[in-house]
């Protein structure tokens, strides 16, 4: 039974690493990227961030937001993202068919300069990373398919690590026991990180991402409270990942038109409150940057001011204990609501700490760097494992483990099924996996009674 399992571990561990590394190594590239975005954007982007326009005249927010939607016609102003000295404020622009430009203003609101969104540093390695530039289901799928199988690679290498006794060195060992022993003790040594750093993740994932966060609205004990309120934005980004999906309370309407249609910007409606008015409302009540403000999307949708620990805008993360979405009346200013990290349920909580752990800023550059070396070193394990593949593999052969036996253990069927049950993905792709040693086992079944006829 015992070598039943090591069998199963070890040609599942085999194929899985075979067809998965292309896309691990892809993704743990680009996190590795990612987790220096700050950094290199700050250099990178140093005249937008913290440049001057050279204008000595000082207008308003509100008159900057009208000059930069003139400039850029067919673009409306989304979100005012409101940064601590000495970032620029920048603007979020969107127009009709969805695409994003980034505005930078001044200390006297002046235009410094702008971005297409699409092509910004970080944005290009968080598509890298979260659906390989090309997006769409299927991708985002996949994506969350090899994380899934890294955990059982990492699961599945420990136990052979320590059931064939991997770690104790041999006496004269030959350069295929070398580089084996690297590949177990390294992927020994950073299983625990690798797969915190994994699960951290996942909730940005396809499937499992939104199991978490139903998870999380429909059980408010464990997620978010439920607030009566209408979708802020069709863009939030900015907000944090806790109420991302809640709705927002509704705006007095009794200070609108009768009448009046759907608001898509502050520039169709002459009676919204003006930006302006709405920092003196948050700076009287002593909100302290950086934060974002996101228009209104209708006639009763309201302002929504946001501070989150996982933003992806370089300079807007605040700690996850000062995460706070707070919603004002966007005709009167008047404060209406908010939820705050103290508000959130135990899931909640932990995906608010997980996230920016996962991006490597939770803690300042220990952070990056306890993320950096475990890469680093998921890298290497990658390295060694292909190493010993190619010193036992012999020439014109996959050198495949053996096909597992009709007698598949019990406990590694077992772990597989949890795993499955914690990674639904994961469990789906079991199935295919079972469905081909199934095709595969028949077709050499046949090839064998062939043989033994001629």
Known sequence: MKNTLYSSFWRMHFYAALFMTPLLITLTLSGI?????????????????FGDSKKTEVVSIDE???????????????KIIVLEEPYNTRLTMTN????????????KHQIVG?????????NILRNLHSSLFIGG??????????????????????????????????????????????????????????????FTGLPWSALMGNMIYNASQENPSLGTPI??????????S??????????????????????????????????????ESLQQQIDAMSITKPYSIIYPTSETGVFTVAKSSN????????????????????????????????????????????????EGHLFGWPNKLLNLIVCVAFLGVIFWGFRTWLLRKKNGLLSAPPQISQKISIPFIVLMIVLGLIMPLFGLSLIAVVLIEWIVRIVSNKRLSSKELN
């Open 96 to 107: 009709e068919e969805g695409e994003q430009r980034y505005l930078f203003l001044d200390h």
């Open 311 to 358: 933003t992806g805008v370089t300079g807007l993360d605040v700690s996850p204990n000062d995460e706070v979405t707070m919603y004002f009346d966007q005709y009167s200013g008047e404060f209406m609501d908010k939820v705050g990290y103290e508000d959130y349920g135990i899931l909640a909580k932990w995906f608010t700490w997980g996230i920016p752990l996962h």
């Open 64 to 78: 900057a937001v009208k000059e930069a939607e003139a400039a850029f016609a067919g673009y409306t102003t989304d």
């Open 33 to 49: 990227g990612y987790l220096f975005y700050t950094d290199v954007e700050d250099q990178l982007y140093d005249d937008y961030f």
């Open 114 to 122: 702008h971005q297409d969104a699409q092509y910004t540093f970080a």
């Open 137 to 198: 289901t299927v991708v985002n799928y996949l994506v969350e398919l090899a994380a899934c199988w890294a955990i059982f690679l990492l699961l599945s290498g420990l136990y052979m690590t320590f059931k064939g006794k991997v770690l104790k060195k041999a006496k004269q060992p030959n350069k295929r026991q070398q580089n084996k022993r690297w590949h177990a003790l390294i992927g020994t040594i950073i299983t625990i990180p690798m797969i915190v750093i994994i």
């Open 227 to 236: 607030l009566q309120q209408q979708p802020p934005t069709s863009d939030m």
């Open 238 to 275: 900015e907000i944090p990942w806790a109420t991302r999906q809640e709705v927002a309370p509704q705006s007095d309407t009794g200070h609108a038109h009768h009448g009046m249609g759907a608001v898509k910007s502050n520039l169709t409606n002459p009676n919204q409150l003006a930006v």
